[in-house]
């Protein structure tokens, strides 16, 4: 009896379909949020999320689509978990792909499938969060940042940053600023330690501040990267000084911190450069610097970034 030829179904390509339809059920059912998969012409989004209202709507009655949206890069299989730190992972890509995701129109967010756990772990893909690795780069993927209800807020925050017109759509509250600022903050801080080989329990005060000035110099980036002598005249302060604070030699004032923060937005305005509303947020940079200074509430974050790793 002679034997058909079959089509030959590639191990990897059933894993990579695992991921997709395990990121579509986490986040219908977990997030609520809708998924839309990117079925044709592919090349480095494979799907779009958009965020659902969850406010003031009693329990079971239908939620408002918000139209704010995420494009979504999912990546399955052992091989993306073995670049490891006791923190998560480090992703690996090309200076290609990197392009591609800081130009999309929409707000990146990198997800990886773990198949034995059936897990997903994510983390957005910007200017903060990238890496240069050699002639490629990399992305820190946070064990905290699971896949679940847990992480709505925090996921879902590049996709309500979206402006029309350059104006927020939103105006922050001081609960959802202090919310962010712990979560860019912590953020910073998975970035930092996991390059040096260290937990988040073992992260000083002086790693704490070292993360502020990497904020600092990504809100100094955004606005265009003004020179230092231009933000002496605008804050009057020296420009030794202000370097130092930029490079994390030293540790500025919660006063001097809402100086530079609002002389560093006035110089993206003067140059027509569009600044976030979060970055903005006095009361945000405020926070951040609080944590940054004092150890108990550095003690606060790690027991967030601790909740935000167990099961919800």
Request: with cysteine; net charge positive.
């Amino acid at each position: 009896m002679r034997r058909c030829n079959l089509t030959v179904v590639a191990p990897a390509h059933l894993v990579d379909r695992a991921g997709v339809s395990r990121a579509a059920y986490l986040v219908t059912t977990q997030l609520g949020w809708l998924f839309r998969e990117q079925e044709t012409s592919d090349i480095g989004i494979d799907a779009q999320i958009e965020v659902v209202d969850e406010a003031d709507y009693p329990a079971g009655a239908p939620r408002r689509g918000t139209g704010r949206l995420l494009a979504v890069q999912i990546k399955s299989g052992t091989s993306r978990f073995t670049k490891s730190s006791e923190l998560g992972w480090w992703f690996y890509c090309d200076a290609s792909h990197i392009e591609y995701w800081k130009n999309h129109s929409l707000p990146v967010a990198l997800m990886l499938f773990e198949p034995e756990s059936e897990q997903i772990y994510w983390q957005h893909v910007n200017e903060e969060t990238i890496v240069a690795a050699g002639n490629s780069y990399k992305v820190f993927v946070s064990s905290r940042n699971r896949l679940s209800g847990a992480c709505r807020d925090e996921l879902g925050i590049p996709a309500r940053r979206q402006t029309d017109g350059g104006l927020v759509i939103t105006k922050p509250t001081r609960g959802s600023s202090v919310r962010q600022a712990d979560y860019e903050l912590a953020g910073a801080i998975d970035l930092l330690v996991a390059s040096m080989g260290k937990t988040l329990e073992e992260a000083t005060p002086r790693d704490f501040r070292f993360a502020f000035a990497a904020q600092l110099r990504a809100l100094y980036r955004r606005a265009g990267a003004p020179k230092v002598d231009v933000l002496s005249v605008k804050t009057g302060y020296e420009v030794a000084k202000l370097t130092a604070y930029l490079e994390g030699a030293t540790h500025p004032s919660r006063g001097r911190v809402v100086a530079i923060v609002e002389a560093l937005v006035e110089c993206a305005h003067e140059k027509g450069i569009k600044i976030p509303g979060y970055l903005m947020d006095v009361r945000a940079w405020e926070r951040m610097w609080r944590v940054s200074d004092r150890p108990g509430m550095q003690k606060i974050v790690k027991n967030k970034a601790r909740k935000g790793a167990s099961p919800s």
